[in-house]
C-alpha cells in the first residue's frame, strides 16, 4: 500500500523548499490525493495506536491478530480518506468553474478517484469496501454540491466512521477519547488543503479536471 507516498529524494526537497511552482496538472493532482489519502490514514491509526500500546509497543506490534486488525482497519480508513480527499477537492476547486460546470467537476473527480484506486488496487478482503466507495462517490459529491462549499475545517468526513468502528484498540480503552480521535483525522485534512493550495493552480486543475470529464 502507497501509504507514505511515491516521492523521490528531489520532490521532497522542492516540496519543503517551495521549488516548482503551483502546477495545474491533473494527474499529479491524482497522486497528490492518493498520497494525502494514505498518509491520513496511516498517521491518524498508528500515532494513536502507537500512543495507546506505550511501553508494550513492540509486543502489541508483534501480534498476528493485532497486524490483521490494524491493517484492515488502516485500508478502510484509506477507501474513505481518498473519497474524502476528491470531496475537499471538489469543494476547493468548485468557486472557479464556471456556473453550469459544477457537474462536469465531480465527474472529472470520480474519474481521478477511479483511476487512483487502479494505481494500487485494494486486497481482496477490502475489494468491497473498493467498489462500494467508487460507486457511491458520484452521489456523494452530487449531494454536496446542493449547498455551498465547506472548507477542510467544516467538511462532513466519511473517515470518521470506519476509523472509530475498526481502530484495533478495545472501545472500552477509548473512552472520552472519541473527540482527540477525529480530532487527529480532521487535522491531517486541514493540512492537505494547505498543502493542495500551496502547490496547485485552483484556477488551471479547475479548468483542466472539468474539461477532462
Wanted: hydrophobic share 45%; glycine share 8%.
Amino acid at each position: 500500500m502507497l501509504f507514505g507516498g511515491e516521492e523521490t529524494l528531489a520532490g521532497f526537497l522542492d516540496r519543503l523548499l517551495g521549488r516548482g511552482g503551483a502546477v495545474g496538472d491533473p494527474e499529479a493532482f491524482r497522486h497528490f490525493l492518493r498520497g494525502q489519502a494514505a498518509f491520513t490514514a496511516q498517521k491518524t491509526v498508528l500515532d494513536y495506536c502507537r500512543v495507546k500500546s506505550g511501553r508494550s509497543e513492540k509486543q502489541v506490534f508483534a501480534d498476528d491478530g493485532f497486524q490483521a486488525a490494524l491493517h484492515h482497519c488502516r485500508w478502510q480508513v484509506y477507501l474513505a480518506a481518498l473519497s474524502d480527499m476528491a470531496a475537499l477537492a471538489e469543494a476547493w476547486l468548485r468557486p472557479c468553474v464556471p456556473h453550469g460546470a459544477e457537474a462536469a467537476l465531480a465527474a472529472g473527480l470520480v474519474r481521478l478517484h477511479a483511476k487512483a484506486l487502479e494505481d494500487e488496487p485494494p486486497p481482496d478482503e477490502e475489494r468491497q469496501t473498493g467498489t462500494d466507495r467508487r460507486v457511491a462517490l458520484p452521489g456523494h459529491l452530487a449531494a454536496m454540491q446542493l449547498a455551498a462549499p465547506k472548507p477542510a475545517n467544516l467538511l462532513p468526513l466519511l473517515a470518521e466512521a470506519p476509523l472509530l468502528a475498526t481502530l484495533p484498540i478495545h472501545p472500552d480503552q477509548r473512552r472520552g477519547e472519541t473527540p482527540s480521535i477525529r480530532g487527529a483525522l480532521r487535522f491531517h485534512v486541514v493540512t492537505t488543503q494547505q498543502e493542495m493550495e500551496r502547490r496547485f493552480d485552483r484556477g488551471r486543475l479547475a479548468e483542466a479536471i472539468a474539461d477532462a470529464a
